[in-house]
């Protein structure tokens, strides 16, 4: 019995690390067909390979159309961003790159925030703050939104409960109406899909959960708000025929739930 207890932890403990250090998978979902986005979230400063170069080359793989950032490229406790400065660059010239701040760049202490934004605008991504670009590709226009408010910051006491919400209400004050026509709509936060799917986004890309950290039997254990079994952790949920997409993210310690590039045909 204690050879059996010994060789399970070693074989766990390889698998662990190999998962934490050296994965990297790619997820397919297809939709559609003439447009493909690749999905990127919760970095959390993580790097595969020497200048992310691993990451890099699997995205450039897929030959995207677009890429998306889902927030958290970086942590709040960052002093350094030249990682994501040369991961950004390298993004750049596959695709045109979009990014929505998550709840660490949004708690980035106020002395390094210039140094995080101008990290961003020298390397021409288009940082989306409650604001609009329109994409054409082909002969579709897709207008891409990315959504900014303060339900993905933690309270100032450091607690988790009560935390701040959107409603589609509020959405709209910050965006306006939704217009006609194929809207994508980047938010951090994917525990309010119901709102963003009634305000009309056809599809919406969220991260935040990083897949629940811990996944078993394929179920999310664990949420950044410290809450059990976190609903929208991963994959595609479907409102009426909208879209929420839900990346388990690339940093962070996990288990059984590696870290993803997710690849959209729409």
Same mark, same amino acid.
């Given at each position: 019995?204690?050879?059996?207890?010994?060789?399970?932890?070693?074989?766990?403990?390889?698998?662990?690390?190999?998962?934490?250090?050296?994965?990297?998978?790619?997820?397919?979902?297809?939709?559609?067909?003439?447009?493909?986005? &690749?999905?990127?979230?919760?970095?959390?400063?993580?790097?595969?390979?020497?200048?992310?170069?691993?990451?890099?080359?699997?995205?450039?793989?897929?030959?995207?159309?677009?890429?998306?950032?889902?927030?958290?490229?970086?942590?709040?406790?960052?002093?350094?961003?030249?990682?994501?400065?040369?991961?950004?660059?390298?993004?750049?010239?596959? &695709?045109?790159?979009?990014?929505?701040?998550?709840?660490?760049?949004?708690?980035?202490?106020?002395?390094?925030? &210039?140094?995080?934004?101008?990290?961003?605008?020298?390397?021409?991504?288009?940082?989306?703050?409650?604001?609009?670009?329109?994409?054409?590709?082909?002969?579709?226009?897709?207008?891409?939104?990315?959504?900014?408010?303060?339900?993905?910051?933690?309270?100032?006491?450091?607690?988790?409960?009560?935390?701040?919400?959107?409603?589609?209400?509020?959405?709209?004050?910050?965006?306006?109406?939704?217009?006609?026509?194929?809207?994508?709509?980047?938010?951090?936060?994917?525990?309010?899909?119901?709102?963003?799917?009634?305000?009309?986004?056809?599809?919406?890309?969220?991260?935040?959960?990083?897949?629940?950290?811990?996944?078993?039997?394929?179920? &999310?254990?664990?949420?950044?708000?410290?809450?059990?079994?976190?609903?929208?952790?991963?994959?595609?949920?479907?409102?009426?025929?909208?879209?929420?997409?839900?990346?388990?993210?690339?940093?962070?310690?996990?288990?059984?739930?590696?870290?993803?590039?997710?690849?959209?045909?729409?």
């Amino acid at each position: 019995m204690i050879y059996f207890v010994i060789a399970f932890i070693v074989v766990f403990t390889i698998y662990a690390v190999y998962e934490n250090v050296f994965c990297l998978t790619v997820r397919h979902e297809k939709f559609g067909s003439g447009v493909k986005v &690749a999905h990127i979230s919760d970095l959390h400063h993580r790097k595969f390979g020497k200048d992310n170069i691993k990451l890099i080359n699997k995205v450039k793989s897929e030959a995207p159309d677009l890429i998306i950032v889902s927030g958290d490229l970086v942590t709040r406790y960052d002093t350094d961003y030249s990682p994501a400065e040369i991961l950004l660059k390298g993004l750049h010239e596959i &695709a045109p790159v979009y990014v929505i701040y998550g709840n660490h760049e949004q708690s980035v202490p106020k002395e390094r925030r &210039a140094q995080l934004g101008a990290m961003f605008a020298r390397n021409h991504q288009m940082v989306l703050k409650n604001s609009c670009v329109e994409l054409l590709i082909g002969d579709r226009v897709l207008k891409i939104y990315g959504l900014l408010d303060n339900y993905g910051i933690y309270k100032k006491n450091g607690g988790y409960r009560d935390l701040d919400i959107i409603t589609e209400k509020d959405i709209e004050k910050l965006l306006g109406k939704c217009p006609e026509g194929e809207v994508l709509l980047i938010a951090h936060n994917p525990f309010f899909g119901e709102e963003y799917a009634k305000w009309g986004a056809k599809y919406t890309f969220s991260g935040h959960v990083h897949g629940g950290s811990v996944r078993l039997f394929g179920k &999310a254990m664990l949420s950044p708000e410290r809450s059990l079994f976190p609903k929208y952790s991963k994959g595609v949920f479907d409102f009426d025929g909208k879209k929420l997409l839900v990346s388990a993210g690339l940093g962070k310690l996990r288990l059984f739930n590696p870290p993803e590039i997710v690849i959209y045909e729409i």
